[in-house]
């Protein structure tokens, strides 16, 4: 969304910069390796990590700052009031049930894809022991790269191709697994498979034995606005089962939802 300039606060812009510098990388930092990711100087760094750390929302040894839990009522405040997680919800508990995997919707910012609803089961608990797996970070607010997931990829799919194109200049597709689709033409080449097939399935792309399947959700005036999909350990069920299987689920939970998004 633009704004006129004189609406733009930056002092916000960058507090909520310094937030955004904490991930799972980086967990603690000071005013030096803060003002290099929120990208403002040393001296606005250490006024803001002071000043979220005065109000709560970090907490500092006098050096370094942390995320403290005062951040969560954000997220709680969006799985609580935003309408398209509880819409979702009961759905994705119902298909845990009936098929035993775990299931999630995901949304796209920037190039991260970030879970908003989520439903599983103890079977796919992580652990790599009796060979069940379950793939990393799969809670509410993980966030996720986009390019190496299938939620990711049909989320790009759904870009427009001058947008997607917009996307993928200049841009570096990490490797996470050895697996990993990084070559540009390449993935260009999945993502216009993932448009005309409309669904993903990624294998191992993300974590080793680990393989997902995903659909588009759209609303009633045919616009994504989430992606939902199931994850499976390649011990517990196979690529083509996966398919053969949890398409026509994932399908037939698409076309329910579609009217109520």
């Known amino acids: 969304m633009a704004i006129a300039k004189a609406d733009y606060i930056e002092g916000m812009a960058k507090g909520l910069a310094v937030l955004e510098s904490f991930d799972t990388e980086r967990q603690r930092l000071n005013a030096t390796l803060t003002a ?3 990208g403002i100087t040393r001296a606005a760094a250490r006024r803001h990590l002071l000043t979220l750390a005065h109000l709560g ?31 979702i919800q009961p759905v994705l508990n119902r298909l845990a ?34 060979s069940r797996v379950i793939a990393y ?28 194109n917009a996307w993928m200049k200049g841009r570096i597709l990490p490797r996470m697994t050895p697996l990993t689709t990084t070559d540009a033409r390449a993935f260009r080449k ?22 997902a399947l995903a659909v588009p959700l759209r609303n009633a005036k045919g616009v994504t606005v989430a992606a939902l999909n199931v994850v499976a350990s390649q011990a517990r069920i196979s690529s ?17 939802l579609r009217p109520i998004l």
């Open 137 to 164: 970070g799969l809670h509410l607010g993980a966030r996720l790269p986009a390019h190496a997931t299938s939620t990711g990829r049909v989320w790009l799919a759904a870009k427009s191709r001058a947008t997607f």
């Open 97 to 130: 049930v009936q098929a035993q995997e775990s299931f999630s919707a995901a949304v796209l910012d920037v190039d991260e894809v970030v879970i908003i609803a989520r439903s599983g089961n103890d079977r796919n608990s992580i652990s790599t022991v009796n």
């Open 57 to 87: 929302y970090l907490e500092t040894d006098g050096s370094y700052f942390w995320l403290s839990s005062k951040v969560l009522r954000f997220s709680g405040s969006y799985l609580a009031s935003a309408r398209l997680p509880r819409a």
């Open 190 to 211: 999945v993502i216009d498979k993932v448009r005309h097939d409309d669904f993903c399935f990624a294998s191992e792309e993300h974590e080793l034995g680990v393989h």
């Open 36 to 38: 290099a990711r929120a």
């Open 240 to 256: 083509l089962a996966m398919q053969r299987d949890m398409l026509p689920l994932l399908l037939d939970a698409a076309r329910e």
